[in-house]
């Protein structure tokens, strides 16, 4: 006997409500938190470590003391108690934010910061005006000549290097390409050696535009992380750039170069280098040339930095398949607009991940420059210390500090976060 | 042995400017490549004039990938002579980009720029190739979009789009640089069957506006409806080449009736 399968609906079933066992907030502990013997212990042990925590702390956070001039006024407030005593923070908190920077002077800092932001602005977020970009262009020397003072010129004649360098790639381009980037690499080159110095020297002559000067080893605290990091990662990732690029190259002598560079970097600690930024490069240099200490500190950071870059990003441009360049290539695009315009786009976007983790590498790691000598926060932390009235502050001093870079560095996780989900064009 | 029987193609094709001319678009002579010491292509001797559509064909492995890919410059011959529209094909990066500009390409995983839109995949090259100012560019793309009938997708992203869609944006994003010469390795084998119809129409149009092309596939209704010659290889070397009715009717090498009498399924 064939069986009887043919059936058809006569009447549609209307939609229902879910039974109450599926949905509600009991349902959701029973399944999150109690959905097994396991895991209830676990639960349990984890709540239990949570309250252990809690309850050690909270008596120092909330028996904290915020004004006193010193640990002794401050011991004498709490009165035997455990309890934090920030007021070293409130006491302090010029230094370390600031250094030993005059502190008539704060304005500088504090306006290289905001003005940061709006150079910072185009680059991140894409709403903002793209005019703005000619401000970023310029704000490295503005910032540079707000915080180290002097004449405006010399760091705008610096920064005139990078527009002669362009100028003299598109006057040699129609001859050569390979003579172009020659050109472009040798022209700010010959100009900052040869000319930048005269030039500036007759600029600052016609318009001075000084500022009072702030030497380097007055810079110190947050100011001095910041500028430090800011810098370092914005070196780094045109570095690293080149040099992921330098490294897939066919010529063999730039490969090599490059290949030696990160490997060498990436081989030695950054401690190291920062050594030798401070005591050997003095060996090496001209005697009486003054190479600003901040300045050689980051471009040890920046290499550092660099060399890690590269490779993450030769990780971005390796997942690329083959046809993107072949497609560029197939439609005439010549090898810096391939790069430009597909495959880095596509490469970068990969990697954003791992170079925000080297960005948040790189801005912890300048606390490595008290080791040289230089006064960032955990420097002062230490100089504080020394005095008199603070000594013994250890925990409210590194709360804080830690607090501060917690604070920078989850921001730069959010925005990685943000900016891939704003690229996110694949739709799989 | 039967007579292997082609598939007709269901459409009218309008023969009115499939004109072959006299003058020469590609010249290949005593051509040889090799990936290091493996012989790819042997000896090919080859001339496509001006308005001809030639179909590839031959087992997998045999160099017909290789031997398109040569004509731009995507792989580089090892001796003798390719002359493209007048340019020979040297290590002199001038002339390849020269010759590039000139020869459109589609692939067969169609290669799209996946961060793009549509329509900026098309703009791209003319802008930042030819120097086209964008708001020309663009009006070209979406004559180019229309014409392979999606101008509706032009802001979408590449992966919103089916395997067929991309297919004609690849080809609409090499029209857009207004190639005289269009190469096609295999560009409907990664596509499911309805959506090769779509993409061999496309194809079709663009024989009947005169394009030159020379097309790497295995849809032989293609090859009957269109082609003017159709060229069989094997091992590296062009074994036999015909006009597709004699070929496909009448093939004289053996390796040739092997190849067919599997392709066509007897
Ligand atoms: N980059 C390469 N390096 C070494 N060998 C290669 C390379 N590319 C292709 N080959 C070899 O060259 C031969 C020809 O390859 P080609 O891609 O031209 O074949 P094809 O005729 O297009 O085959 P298919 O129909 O599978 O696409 C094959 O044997 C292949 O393995
Ligand atoms: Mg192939």
Redesign the interface.
């Known amino acids: 006997m064939a069986q009887e399968y043919s059936y058809v609906r006569t009447e549609m079933l209307p939609e229902q409500e879910p039974p109450s066992n599926a949905v509600g907030a009991l349902v959701w502990v029973r399944e999150n938190l109690f959905s097994g013997p396991l895991n209830t212990i676990l639960t349990l042990a984890s709540l239990a470590a949570v309250w252990w925590i809690l309850s050690h702390l909270s008596g120092w956070f909330l028996n904290s003391v915020w004004q006193a001039g010193s640990l002794a006024e401050c011991r004498e407030i709490l009165d035997g108690a455990t309890g934090a005593c920030f007021a070293v923070i409130t006491d302090r908190w010029e230094q370390l934010l600031y250094g030993f920077y005059p502190s008539d002077a704060y304005w500088r800092p504090n306006l290289a910061l905001l003005l940061m932001l709006v150079a910072l602005a185009p680059v991140l977020f894409p709403g903002v005006p793209r005019k703005l970009f000619w401000f970023s262009a310029i704000y490295p020397a503005l910032a540079f000549w707000l915080l180290w003072g002097g004449s405006i010129w010399p760091p705008l004649v610096v920064l005139a290097a990078f527009p002669l360098g362009f100028i003299a790639y598109r006057l040699v381009e129609p001859i050569n ?1 390979i003579l172009a980037t020659l050109a472009a690499l040798a022209a700010p080159i010959l100009w900052w050696f040869l000319l930048a110095g005269p030039v500036g020297g007759v600029l600052a002559g016609i318009l001075p535009g000084t500022l009072e000067p702030v030497a380097s080893d007055l810079f110190g605290g947050f100011m001095l992380s910041i500028i430090i990091g800011v810098t370092g990662i914005a070196l780094s990732l045109p570095l690293g750039i080149l040099l992921a690029l330098g490294r897939q190259s066919d010529l063999i002598f730039l490969k090599t170069i490059c290949v030696g560079f990160i490997e060498f970097i990436r081989g030695v600690p950054l401690i190291t280098l920062l050594f030798t930024a401070s005591l050997l490069l003095n060996y090496f240099l001209p005697p009486g040339t003054n190479f600003d200490i901040i300045l050689r500190v980051v471009i040890m950071v920046t290499f550092f930095a660099a060399a890690y870059m590269a490779e993450v990003i030769r990780g971005g441009l390796a997942a690329l ?1 083959r ?2 360049y ?2 560029a ?6 090898y810096w ?1 391939a790069q430009r ?2 495959i880095l ?2 490469a970068l ?1 990969i990697s954003i991940p791992g170079i925000v983790n080297t960005f948040i590498g790189l801005f912890k790691d300048t606390t490595l420059v008290v080791f040289i000598g230089l006064l960032d926060p955990i420097g002062l932390s230490n100089a504080i210390r020394a005095t008199t009235e603070w000594n013994g502050v250890y925990w409210e001093l590194f709360v804080f500090i830690g607090l501060c870079f917690f604070i920078f560095c989850f921001g730069m996780s959010r925005y990685s976060m943000y900016l891939e989900r704003r ?1 996110k ?4 | 042995m039967t007579e292997p029987q082609p598939h007709e193609y269901e459409r009218e094709i309008d023969r009115s400017h499939m004109q072959v001319t006299d003058e020469v678009a590609i010249e290949i002579t005593s051509m040889n490549k090799w990936y290091g010491s493996f012989h790819v292509l042997r000896d090919i001797n080859m001339s496509v004039n001006r308005g001809e559509r030639i179909v590839i064909c031959g087992p997998s492995g045999s160099g017909k990938s290789t031997l398109i890919r040569c004509i731009n410059r995507l792989e580089e011959h090892q001796s003798g002579r390719i002359v493209v529209d007048g340019t020979e094909l040297t290590s002199d990066l001038k002339n390849i980009d020269k010759v590039r500009s000139e020869v459109g390409m589609v692939f067969q995983h169609f290669n799209l720029f996946p961060h793009l839109t549509i329509l900026e995949n098309c703009t791209l090259a003319p802008i930042w190739v030819r120097k086209i100012p964008k708001k020309d560019a663009e009006e070209t793309a979406m004559h180019f979009l229309e014409k392979v009938k999606i101008p509706e997708q032009a802001l979408k992203y590449p992966g919103q789009l089916s395997g067929g869609q991309q297919q004609r944006v690849a080809i609409a994003r090499s029209l857009c640089m207004r190639p005289r010469i269009m190469l096609f390795d295999e560009p409907t084998s990664a596509l499911d069957p309805e959506m090769i119809k779509e993409v061999l129409d496309t194809m079709i149009e663009l024989a009947e506006e005169g394009m030159t092309m020379l097309c790497v596939t295995h849809e032989m209704g293609f090859a009957q409806a269109v082609a003017n010659r159709v060229i069989f290889m094997d091992q590296g070397q062009i074994v036999e080449q015909n006009e597709p009715k004699a070929f496909f009717n009448n093939p004289q090498s053996d390796r040739t009736k092997l190849f067919l009498s599997q392709i066509l399924g007897h």
């Open positions: 390409g398949p046809g993107q072949e497609a290539d197939a439609l005439g695009l010549d607009k315009l597909i786009p596509q976007k690229l064009t694949d739709h799989r």
